[in-house]
Structures are given as structure tokens and as C-alpha cells.
């Protein structure tokens, strides 16, 4: 049999994203999924979801990434995955697997369910859907701040997102609570 060609529901590659400032800022996969699921909404009527990937100990070993050539740690990370009829496909744009990538690779390759990795950096994973998550999300951005005021990483260009349905300027600790 054939393998499935995945539909994608964004034309623009992952490369034309990641230069995208709009879109795109290195180390904010959190607001780059707003982003990502807010040009889906537009022109997907695909059902979309972010999945927060973190643990109690924001210790997460994942996979492919484009940070580490063996798994990144990361204390979390937030990708976007778009289900199109029987087919789900998976939106990182910090990941050197396919863009898309057919969720059955991308979490054999990049969260390697084959390994046995300790209990304490073993993923946890919060679905969201999509809708869900642009509406409630809301970072000020504070913990990318280091206690001297510098920035771990440098923000994105545009303000500090903030979702029409959040309950509060930095939502992200409540996505988080694994």
C-alpha cells in the first residue's frame, strides 16, 4: 500500500515561518503555536489542538529538535496538530522531522516511546484545542527574564500575547500544572 501524502493545511513552509517574525521567535514555542493555530483558523476547517508537553520536574527529553543533534531537555514545549479526516499531522516548528509530520512519526521519532527513560523526565502531554488555547493563552513573558532583568532569550517583536478569554496576563503556569 501507498503511504498517506499528508494534506497541509498551511502552504507556507516551516522554513518561510521561522522568518517570519509574526510567527516565529526562537525559544517561544508557546506564543508561536497562537500564531501557527490563528493561521490555521483562518483557513482550516480542520479541528486543530496545541499539546503542552512538560513535567514536574520541567524536565522533558524530546527528540529532533532543531536545538540538539541528541534530545533536547527542554521545561517544556508546545506544538500544534492539526486532525484532517483520518489523518493527524503535527506542526513543530522547532523540529528537524517533516513539516507536517504524521503524528504516528512524530511521536515514535521525537518522544521515543521504544526507550525507557526515567519516571522523572518521562513527557506528560495537555491537549488543548486549538480554539481553547488562543483564547486562553497569556504570557507577559516574565520568565524569560533573568533575576537581572535581561532576557534569556530575546521576546518577539510584537506585544505580549494575551487571549480575548484568559483570566490573567500570564496564563502559561496554568498550561503548565502537570
Not at 515561518?17 to 508561536?32: L, W
Not at 521525537?110 to 519516571?119: G, K, T, V, Y
Not at 487571549?163 to 500544572?177: E, I, N, Q, V, Y
Request: aromatic fraction near 8%.
Amino acid at each position: 500500500a501507498m503511504a498517506a501524502t499528508p494534506t497541509t493545511t498551511s502552504t507556507r513552509s516551516r522554513e518561510e515561518m521561522r522568518a517570519d517574525p509574526s510567527v516565529y521567535t526562537s525559544n517561544y514555542c508557546e506564543e508561536n503555536v497562537v500564531n501557527l493555530l490563528n493561521s490555521f483558523h483562518d483557513n482550516s476547517p480542520h479541528r486543530t489542538f496545541a499539546v503542552v508537553i512538560s513535567n514536574p520536574q520541567a524536565k522533558c527529553p524530546i527528540w529532533y529538535q532543531r536545538a540538539s543533534h541528541s534530545p533536547t531537555i527542554w521545561d517544556y514545549h508546545v506544538i500544534a496538530v492539526v486532525v484532517h479526516d483520518s489523518t493527524s499531522l503535527v506542526y513543530d516548528l522547532d523540529s528537524t522531522l517533516p513539516w507536517p509530520c504524521l503524528l504516528d512519526k512524530y511521536v515514535h521519532d521525537a518522544f521515543r516511546p521504544d526507550l525507557e527513560i526515567p519516571d522523572e523526565l518521562r513527557q506528560r502531554f495537555r491537549i488543548i484545542p486549538g480554539k481553547q488555547y488562543t483564547s486562553v493563552f497569556a504570557s507577559d513573558r516574565h520568565h524569560m527574564l533573568r533575576p537581572d532583568g535581561t532576557w534569556m532569550s530575546p521576546p518577539p517583536h510584537h506585544p505580549p500575547l494575551q487571549g480575548k478569554g484568559a483570566p490573567s496576563s500570564h496564563t502559561l503556569p496554568l498550561l503548565l500544572d502537570m
